[in-house]
């Protein structure tokens, strides 16, 4: 029974180790590869072809961390872009709160990284949590509203 408990106990350690390992982040590894060569006798290197291959790491990991952020950028360039078509559009979805919200957009700006639309109705959408958009009926925001709206074509 004991020897049950015993093997019942590894699988648990090996996957929690597993798990620390999936925790591991970009900026933790390239630390350890610093650590490692900056501890290294530079001219009397362990084995040259693991220093290389750390250095090579290290800069294919830096490249992606680079690429990383222009691609968050780039995709942040275009939230904004698609948001920006939808000034003067009736939208409706779910809030940060998951409360449903709906308005026309009236501006837009950028929180935490990410797009969000203001609505004339006073709340924020982000703009990846639109779930509806709607034309704006020009002719009955016009009676509603009392203002003359002219349209040019």
């Known amino acids: 029974m004991l020897a049950g408990a015993i093997s019942g106990a590894a699988p ?39 220093l290389l291959e750390q250095l090579s790491s290290l800069r294919n990991i830096e490249s992606q961390l ?9 995709i ?17 979805g779910l809030d940060v709160d998951n409360n449903i919200v709906s308005g026309i957009v009236t501006s837009i700006l950028v929180q935490n990284g990410k797009a969000v ?4 109705s006073g709340g924020a959408l982000p703009i990846d949590r639109v779930n509806r958009i709607d034309a704006v009926d ?15 074509g």
Request: proline share 2%; net charge negative.
């Open 12 to 50: 648990v350690t090996q996957s929690a180790n597993a798990n620390r390992f999936a925790e591991i982040q970009t900026a933790d590894f390239i630390k350890v590869l610093v650590s490692e060569m900056a501890n290294q006798d530079p001219f009397e290197p362990q084995d040259s072809s693991a």
């Open 66 to 74: 680079v690429l990383q952020d222009k691609l968050e950028e780039l």
């Open 76 to 92: 942040l360039q275009n939230q904004v872009t698609n948001a920006s078509g939808l000034i003067g559009q009736h939208v409706s």
């Open 117 to 120: 639309l203001e609505l004339d």
């Open 138 to 152: 020009l002719s009955q925001l016009q009676h509603e509203s009392g203002v003359e709206v002219e349209l040019q």
